[in-house]
């Protein structure tokens, strides 16, 4: 239950951060290139899954990008899912939902 708590601040806190995001193109392709190298380290290079579970947009599809954006932000406990929030911002952690519910693998 102390995660599902944990996940529901993070998505209310989340809320204003998406219209007010101004990720330059050039983070973009930073953050891109990030999906890639390091989440496809574990989910796969083509995101269809590996030691973590598959991230194609047809397997986040019942998910909210808000969701899964705090889920990038603080891991999942007790899984290999680290959390990334020392290295993004919540906006950045949001695009990267976004991207990844959108985007094809590579």
């Known amino acids: 239950m102390a995660d599902t708590a944990m996940i529901v601040a993070a998505l209310l806190a989340l809320a204003p951060v ?8 050039e983070r973009q392709a930073q953050l891109e290139h990030m999906v890639v190298q390091d989440c496809g380290s574990c989910h796969g290079l083509t995101m269809k899954g590996g030691l973590g579970r598959p991230i194609t947009p047809e397997a986040l599809s019942a998910h909210d990008p808000r969701t899964l954006a705090a ?5 999942l406990p007790g899984t290999a899912m680290p959390p990334w929030r020392p290295l993004l911002t919540e906006a950045e952690a949001l695009w990267i939902a976004d991207y990844l519910k959108k985007e094809k693998a590579q």
């Open 18 to 25: 998406a219209a007010a995001s101004g990720i330059t193109p």
């Open 71 to 75: 889920i990038i932000l603080d891991g």
